[in-house]
């Protein structure tokens, strides 16, 4: 079946330093999703890649989708204390998959 | 206010006694499902429904049942729940007939079967 595998499990960083999450498909996706759920709360949306190379920006976040739409990664530029929680992407193939996640913490 | 809501939020309860978590939601959304959340395995999907009256498995099904009866709730049942449920469950929902737009996740209900 679909598998959605996101790296790293964990990843602390000082406040300041940079982040990334990844996510890999074993198969080409229609789109990506990525979730953010701070520490006691739920999955809120972040935004959906369809397009091949697609690239988008929110303010300190980047997030790029693979040429063969079977990767996609997660960029933070500079993370502040507010950036803590879990990173889920998810993978639409038929249904969605989502991966294991990303806790972020940030040390101040 | 747009919100997906769960209840109870928090139960505790013990092998074999059935139960039902309930969810609901007031976005008119057609799509609704439920997933639980255990450490280091995410979120993985136990059933979805399309749209009232259509509901199928999703990837850890066993032990669960849900119903469809109107669009805007979707329960969650237990009928004989096994210390291996334990876990916290979220119910979501989405604009289109599937899985396809962004899913608004309700605020989680964290079970424990003794």
């Known amino acids: 079946g679909q598998q959605v595998m996101q790296i790293p499990q964990y990843q602390h960083v000082q406040e300041g330093e940079d982040f990334t999450t990844y996510c890999n498909s074993s198969?080409?996706?229609?789109?990506i999703q990525w979730y953010k759920q701070r520490p006691g709360g739920h999955p809120v949306f972040l935004i959906q890649l369809v397009k091949s190379g697609e690239v988008k920006k929110q303010k300190r976040l980047t997030f790029q989708f693979g040429e063969a739409k079977k990767n996609s990664s997660l960029h933070i530029t500079a993370t502040q204390t507010t950036d803590v929680g879990t990173y889920f992407c998810a993978g639409l193939y038929g249904k969605l998959t989502f991966g294991q996640g990303t806790i972020l913490t940030v040390h101040p | 206010e747009a919100q997906v809501t769960q209840n109870p939020r928090y139960l505790i309860t013990v092998t074999g006694k059935k139960l039902t978590v309930t969810c609901s939601q007031n976005?008119?959304?057609?799509?609704m499902s439920w997933y639980r959340q255990d450490p280091g395995l995410g979120l993985r999907q136990i059933y979805y429904?399309?749209?009232?009256?259509?509901?199928d498995k999703g990837d850890v099904p066993e032990g669960y049942k849900v119903s469809r009866k109107e669009k805007r709730n979707f329960p969650l049942i237990l009928e004989s729940p096994s210390p291996n449920q334990t876990s916290l469950y979220f119910c979501?929902?989405?604009?289109?007939?599937?899985?396809?737009?962004?899913?608004?996740f309700g605020p989680g209900t964290r079970l424990t079967v003794l």
């Open positions: 198969t080409t996706l229609s789109n």
């Open positions: 979501a929902s989405s604009s289109s007939g599937s899985s396809y737009n962004e899913q608004f």
């Open positions: 976005m008119n959304h057609e799509y």
């Open positions: 429904s399309m749209n009232v009256e259509v509901t």
